[in-house]
């Protein structure tokens, strides 16, 4: 073996322990979410607290400046290559941090997740006040830490979906905003008002297990590398390549709970299971971005799961497993019953048409308060004229509003707009894939094996090996372009409120 | 602080370090056991493998060596002093072991595991046999580096049972078999021949599961630090003393295997879950042999599971869970069915009296071959001749016989008289208990919680603080005892067979 194999094998054995590390990482987390008892949590919170830790000081390791600097320019192998650009991201990234800021940045993410769920549940703003003023000193101190350009709220959106700037964010959001304000008016002039009650009859958990696994043995979800379970707020984790683990939750009132959620995080763990053995053990075998990985659940749930072909299709399996009251509804009823829009104050309960303008709401609150433009003690009040503004309806209380999320808590603070940029990426790769893949009527034919081929070939294999804005030109020969989702939504609602 | 104060406090940063990696090695066990999808094990077993070799090099190291020097004679506190000399027996056994040697001692283990499974299912020995001769090898140089007085055999038992020798069991066994034999012969005579078919009816899944869980409940085992779930092989983990978890195995057309089991690792559950939480986070905070773990589960399992007095309280409410034809089957032939005696090829299926027999073949085979007194080559025959003469059996091929049990094949040599030492000790516990407990009251009005605590006073609190021989003259005022074993088994079965 040469120097060169010998300096690229040790860094593969660098590599393969900072991923033990994040398998275990991964498996404590999953535990924790879905199986540990209750008197356990504070003892593994210690455990993952030191297993971070060890990993944060692989990551930022003078062993591993060595291999960045030996092996950046020196290697032939594209894996290895790109491996490395990844480390060097994530080597400079820490290292701008001092280890002493980070150590107290995590415990006040953990005392803050605490304080937020304490503060949501008495509807109480002031408790988490203090919290995220520290949450959000911290990140305007990393932010200039790590740098930007234009804009202190960059150097955020980096962490979360590199390339995507608020320059992006403000050209496309408008565009989008516009187009759903407007079809929204219609909807609400309508005189078509699709009833959702005839949803609500009582479904047993194990009907709708079986039939949500079903669903999810025909998108191509593997058991094999995988498995499904039940939680509060279900999730998608992957503990390597041939372990990607999903959950959901049952509402025995409520099937779409389950069933959209389940085809959700199946969507991810699709392009988890998918990514190429070759990047197994690299820091390159996992989804490219939350806004790629977002694009892959919300295609899956809404322009598969939520699509007329689907149930066109798929009504009369899901009536073998739905109560009898579903005999007496119609397949257009029952369509447009799931797809009924609705404003709702929670994020995460929102149709598919309003979806996006929750997202605009903490775009613009989170940019202002980043750029020092507004004070933590703000938000409350702005967060409740943004919900009247954009959706014309106003939480009761704080719990509904603007302590409904999870995310600032835990301080991370531009992960948001994934959510709305993985809607839009999710249109624009539909739009290819339909030109592509005779979508309809694989669905009809129950062949959603060729839709999860075409996600595998062009998307899921390749892991972290592109960028997304990579990976969005490769696939569709242009840049972020929101007229796709516009395009969507317009057809997709003018049919069903025959606007 | 002092000097001594700090150094205390770096040995206990580093005892939790190591317990991190414990606890983490525990989580992937019983997720393989337990949850692992099919195609995750390749990975998961480098990442054990990273993780093991992680916390031998602590138990191993420098810094490890410097606490024990400083600490070992210079501390008033004294679980600091215990878990020093805990420490140091680990680091003087794991440093004996050239690193090299003993990871391909490990590496070995993991193959042998494998070809073992093949070996029994094809029930090939010579399979299994060249495997199994390097294991013997192995464990053999090893005890030599470690070290004995008398007999090589002992440096080997002293990994599961310190302070027990040959010279102890080759006192005690003989004892105990011509009881047991002399009782067999009696059983065999008398005229009561127990029906153990009426035990076998179809009993779902479900309700053995919700029987087995009220019985958990009545015996203490808190299922806010643990949980249940299902194994083809019932075990029994400790993460830490706030999350023991136990797994079962559900035969719906034995209920014995379910309710047996749950009881048995539940017995070894509430050994971990009562230890003081003043241990925690360091070595001591774990059951101090597996003879005394043994003497825990098989109290519960046989000594109040399989008791009359039991049953006569618990009857009515198993037959609540129970199927119907149950209420057909009077008390007293019900418990002489789950107490029948008849010779079994496989240990983990053999009734109470002839348990030990199957351990004392094993032991004298396992002497023999680690003092080199017979070949690998030799064991099948020397097996089935054993079984013949002390249990009037042959097995029909080598599945049934020495093939049938994991220990060799992981190269768990001097393990096996555990399980003897363990029935020995609880038939002396018991003693000692039901002097100061009214055991058949507390087990009549269902107040299972005051056995749970003289054992916990007696017994769990203390965790490695004691060793076993220790505990057992602390408890009982006496070394071990086979006599208590004998008086129980000839009471018991006198009584069933009326002999």
Redesign the interface.
């Known amino acids: 073996m040469g120097n060169k194999e010998l300096l690229e094998k040790d860094f593969k054995n660098l590599l393969?322990?900072l991923?033990?590390y994040k398998?275990?990482l991964a498996?404590?987390q999953w535990?924790m979410r879905t199986?540990?008892?209750?008197?356990?949590v504070?003892?593994?919170s210690?455990?993952v607290g030191?297993?971070a830790e060890k990993a944060h000081q692989l990551e930022t390791s003078e062993k591993m400046k060595y291999f960045i600097d030996m092996l950046k320019e020196d290697t032939e192998n594209e894996i290895i290559k790109k491996a490395v650009l990844e480390c060097e991201e994530n080597y400079i990234r820490n290292s701008k941090i001092p280890l002493d800021e980070y150590k107290n940045y995590v415990m006040l993410q953990s005392k803050s997740e605490a304080v937020w769920q304490e503060a949501r549940e008495k509807a109480n703003f002031a408790l988490f006040q203090p919290y995220l003023e520290r949450l959000v000193e911290y990140n305007q101190r990393f932010a200039t830490y790590w740098g930007y350009e234009d804009h202190i709220y960059d150097a955020l959106l980096h962490n979360f979906e590199p390339g995507i700037t608020t320059e992006t964010l403000d050209r496309v959001f408008p565009d989008l905003r516009q187009a759903i304000s407007s079809l929204l008016t219609k909807i609400n002039e309508s005189s078509l008002k699709p009833d959702s009650s005839i949803l609500q009859s009582h479904f047993p958990k194990t009907d709708q297990e079986e039939f949500s696994k079903e669903i999810l043995n025909r998108m191509g979800y593997?058991?094999?590398?995988?498995?499904l379970d039940e939680t509060i707020h279900p999730f998608a984790i992957s503990?390597?390549?041939?372990?990607v683990?999903i959950t959901t939750r049952y509402d025995e009132s409520d099937f779409r709970t389950a069933i959209f959620g389940t085809i959700h995080e199946g969507g991810h763990a699709l392009y988890e299971q998918n990514i190429s053995e070759k990047l197994?053990?690299t820091p390159l075998a996992t989804g490219t971005s939350m806004g790629i990985h977002e694009s892959q659940s919300l295609f899956w749930e809404n322009f598969i799961g939520r699509s007329k072909a689907f149930w066109s299709s798929h009504y009369e399996l899901f009536k073998k497993f739905a109560p009898t009251s579903f005999q007496q509804v119609p397949l257009n009823e029952f369509y447009q019953a799931i797809n009924e829009v609705k404003a709702s104050f929670i994020r995460i309960e929102a149709d598919e048409l309003t979806y996006p303008l929750h997202i605009m709401i903490r775009y613009e609150l989170e940019k202002l308060l980043i750029n020092g433009d507004i004070k933590v003690s703000d938000l409350p009040n702005l967060w409740n004229e943004k919900m009247q503004d954009y959706l014309g309806i106003k939480p009761p209380t704080d719990r509904e509003g603007v302590l409904q999320d999870i995310h600032w808590a835990g301080g991370d603070f531009g992960y948001f707009p994934s959510y709305a940029l993985g809607y839009m990426y999710a249109a624009q790769f539909n739009h290819i894939l339909s030109r592509e893949v005779n979508v309809k009527e694989a669905i009809s034919t129950g062949n959603l094996g060729s839709i999860k081929h075409w996600l595998t070939q062009n998307i899921h294999q390749y892991g972290k090996m592109k960028k997304p804005l990579q990976l969005i030109e490769d696939v569709t020969q242009e840049k972020l372009n929101p007229v796709y989702l516009i395009n969507y939504l317009t057809q997709k609602y003018t049919d069903i409120y025959r606007l």
Chains 1, 2 share one sequence.
């Open positions: 393969s322990e991923n033990s398998e275990m498996l404590a535990d199986k540990i008892p209750k008197k356990g504070e003892q593994r210690e455990v030191f297993l593997d058991f094999s590398s995988g498995r503990l390597n390549l041939n372990d683990r197994a053990s």
